[in-house]
């Protein structure tokens, strides 16, 4: 998934999902927190990989990362390809109203404006491209 999108929470919570994501994620997928402040979102696909990696992982490591798997919810795609994020997952990640949607390779991300804008900064800078495309063997 790729692209950078800006979007608004409606009253309701509702989140549009832009057509492009909308094909890779599904007409249902799932979401849940990351380890960065914002929400990660999974086609039904990536979340059975994932779901199938944690199963395989002994049980004491499985409890580390059942957080994932509470807080998570499987959204639906309404008529105007918008999602109901839950109260619970907006106060999580700080969602208020302006929100960046994220195409993340495997994933979707959903970040507050603000707080994506000072992450973005800090990653697009030329030393961390530089270091990434290193890393990458590019």
């Known amino acids: 998934m790729t692209g950078e999108y800006q979007h608004s929470l409606d009253a309701k919570g509702r989140l549009f999902i832009p057509a492009r994501l909308r094909e890779e994620l599904g007409q249902e997928f799932y979401v ?6 914002c929400l990660y979102a999974y086609n039904a696909e ?3 990989i994932l ?3 944690v199963n395989a ?4 490591n499985q409890r580390s990362v059942r957080s994932l798997f509470s807080m998570a919810c499987k959204c639906e ?11 619970n997952l907006r106060e999580w990640a700080g969602l208020t ?30 030393e961390n491209i530089a270091r990434i495309m290193e890393e990458l063997d590019f």
């Open 32 to 37: 849940t927190i990351s380890m960065d402040k």
């Open 46 to 48: 990536q979340w059975k």
């Open 51 to 53: 779901s199938d990696k």
């Open 57 to 60: 992982m002994s049980y004491r």
């Open 77 to 87: 795609l309404d008529a105007q390809g918008r999602i109901l994020l839950p109260a």
């Open 97 to 126: 109203k302006n929100v960046s949607v994220l195409g993340a390779n495997n994933h979707a991300e959903f970040w507050d404006s603000d707080a994506w804008l000072a992450v973005r900064e800090e990653e697009t800078s030329p």
